[in-house]
């Protein structure tokens, strides 16, 4: 077999974001469907409709510290209590040359354009109020409307919700949101070596960590895991385990046997079961790739992303590849992510040929510090990272030199998904 080029990561992207819109577009005029769920629940959703609120935020001028109500002008000499107003009450008008009793989130009273804090009032023996600093009109008041005027949009479509954003809906009173299914995403490790944790460990096999990693990546950023198992390496049983997770899911992946070995057969079972569009990128950790589809009984299909099975490899190549097409599937627009430029507080004089991520993480300093050993199969290098280092073909690093670094945090989402299976 020929082998081809080594595809740049860039255009890898722009063939991923095509087919992945491409495969929201077969969804039809509808586009992907849709749910409607609680806003309680709705962490790591995204919107599929925007939310507009019905109610001013606050819906009333209310006090932002405990303390005074008043009329600014009148505040030079002690002032009478006329009420108290606890958060949840409306008080009555204030009388001229009055004073209310307020505290935090309490509605200001008609009549008072200002609050004074408690620590700058002293009340006296008569139970009149005196105050030691000027007081301005307006001040610590939060005025009706001023976080959220009524009709506003607070939350556009498309947005993936996390905790601020769920607050917000639920100031605005939104009980239900309209939120795109989460992607069905598959999960099948082949390997006869792979022996899962607690089972007695023969020669020559090793512990199946990608199954743990991946599944957990997959509920990271949203999705709906599905765990499909081992597949031996047998082709006619990786054809029929493909065959059976193109039914049921929006993308299947898998991690090893999509190299060039004669006992990797994912490639093979891919073009026999729907094709392929491309494999082998120019990166590292994880060269071996393949994109593809499967074909469905009903004429749709499933798409198809092959990892490799190197641990670490897996992981990156999952958080570089798989993680922006999981993002359009739930409704996102493509995103990447964005580098941070950091110091380097390392030297590099090991460049490749290929664009290199290396793991590191922020030290005490504010530089990045990097794990002493970058191979593809220590995967406790990822476990320690706070992110990846993206180095261009043939780069060296000093220390010193300023190197772009995304957190992993700008792939992984919170999300209250429950796997399947």
Known sequence: MAFKPLMPLDEAWSRLQLVAEQHVKAAGDAGLPRETVSSFDALGRVL??????????????????????????????????????????????????????????????????????????????????????????????RCRGEDIAAGQTVLSAGLRLGP?????????????LSVFKRPRVGVL???SELVMPGQPLPPGAIYNSNRHTLR??????????????????????TRAALREAARHHDLVITS?????????HLRVAVAAEGGLDFWALAIKPGKPFVLGWLNRDDGSRALYMGLPGNPVASFVTFLLLVRPVLGVLA?????????LPLRADFSWAKPDKRREFLRARLNEQGGLSLFPHQGSGVLT?????????????????????????????????????QSQG
């Open 48 to 141: 599929a409709q925007d939310v507009a609120s019905t109610v001013d935020v606050p819906p009333l001028d209310n006090s932002a510290m405990d303390g005074y109500a008043l009329r600014a002008a009148e505040a030079g000499a002690p002032l009478p209590q006329a009420q108290r107003i606890a958060a949840g009450q409306v008080g009555g008008a204030l009388p001229p040359g009055a004073c209310a009793r307020i505290f935090t989130g309490a509605p200001v009273p008609e009549g008072a354009d200002a609050v004074v804090m408690q620590e700058q009032a002293t009340v006296g023996d008569d139970g009149r109020v005196s105050f030691s600093q000027p007081v301005e009109p307006g001040q610590n008041i």
């Open 256 to 264: 090893g046997g999509v190299s060039v070995g004669e006992e990797d």
């Open 331 to 339: 409704g996102e627009a493509w995103t990447l992510p964005k580098a």
């Open 164 to 176: 601020a954003a769920l607050g917000v809906a639920a100031s605005v009173g939104a009980e239900y």
């Open 216 to 237: 957990s990546l997959v509920q990271a950023t949203g999705a709906q895991s599905s765990d499909l198992g081992v597949v031996p390496d047998d082709l006619a049983a």
């Open 381 to 417: 290098s990822a476990a320690w990272a706070g992110g990846l280092i993206d180095l261009q073909p043939g780069q060296t690093v000093a220390p010193g030199d300023p190197v772009p670094f995304v957190p992993l945090a700008q792939w992984l989402q919170p999300s209250g998904t």
């Open 189 to 191: 490790t082949t390997g």
